[in-house]
């Protein structure tokens, strides 16, 4: 069956970096453009960052462009996000998504505080 | 960036009744909206895709209409599993944007 199993999450202080992992089985990952939502505490759904089924074109949420990358590896049917520079409001529930099928993730959690 | 308005942003009601929550885009965004329902402590889960087309799995109690800027999920009579969060998301360009979410609560 289909499964999408994020790892990485944790506690790290503001200014730190952190990269999570969306690993996924049961269906044809190198096919299909995948992205990350979070949910922080108290709040909506956000949309984050975008990867396409090769790797070639991403985008990202204005809050996090410019401190958060996004990679994949199809070969080891993993994506990634990598994030730098964290700060308090980015505290939340990182799901990995694969929109089409709308497959998703169980979340990891990421707390920033000090 | 493409803006999405969702309202209300909390909704009382009982069960059997009919709700309906809209949310309006900036900007015309075709029909690339899907509205998802939201639990505690679970993932997302989609319930109607290019603002009307059914899921499989989700009752028919759920509808949704719309095109352009404008566009509304009904619920058209309400059962103890539909008290969630609902969420609208516009995929016609890139950075998708949810709308900030309708929590329904029992009256």
């Known amino acids: 069956q289909v499964q999408l199993v994020e790892s990485g999450g944790g506690v790290v202080q503001p200014g730190r970096s952190l990269r999570l992992s969306c690993a996924a089985s049961?269906?044809?990952?190198?096919?299909?453009?995948m992205y990350w939502v979070r949910h922080a505490p108290g709040k909506g759904l956000e949309w984050v960052a975008f990867?396409?089924?090769?790797?070639?074109?991403?985008y990202f949420a204005d809050s996090v462009r410019g401190r958060f990358t996004i990679s994949r590896d199809n070969s080891k049917n993993t994506m990634y996000l990598q994030m730098d520079s964290l700060r308090a409001e980015d505290t939340a529930v990182y799901y990995c998504?694969?929109?089409?099928?709308?497959?998703w993730g169980q979340g990891t959690l990421v707390t920033v505080s000090s | 960036d493409i803006q999405m308005t969702q309202s209300p942003s909390s909704l009382s009601a009982s069960l059997g009744d009919r709700v309906t929550i809209t949310c309006r885009a900036s900007?015309?965004?075709?029909?690339?909206l899907t509205w998802y329902q939201h639990k505690p402590g679970k993932a997302p889960k989609r319930l109607i895709s290019?603002?009307?087309s059914f899921q499989s799995g989700v009752p028919s109690t759920f509808s949704g209409s719309g095109s352009g800027t404008e566009f509304t999920l009904t619920i058209s009579s309400l059962q103890p599993e539909d008290f969630a969060t609902y969420y609208c998301?516009?995929?016609?360009?890139?950075?998708?944007?949810f709308g900030q979410g309708t929590k329904l609560e029992i009256k």
């Open positions: 900007q015309g965004i075709r029909n690339d």
């Open positions: 049961g269906f044809t990952f190198s096919r299909y453009g």
């Open positions: 998504v694969e929109g089409s099928n709308d497959y």
């Open positions: 998301l516009q995929h016609n360009s890139y950075p998708y944007t």
């Open positions: 990867i396409s089924y090769d790797g070639t074109n991403y």
């Open positions: 290019a603002a009307s």
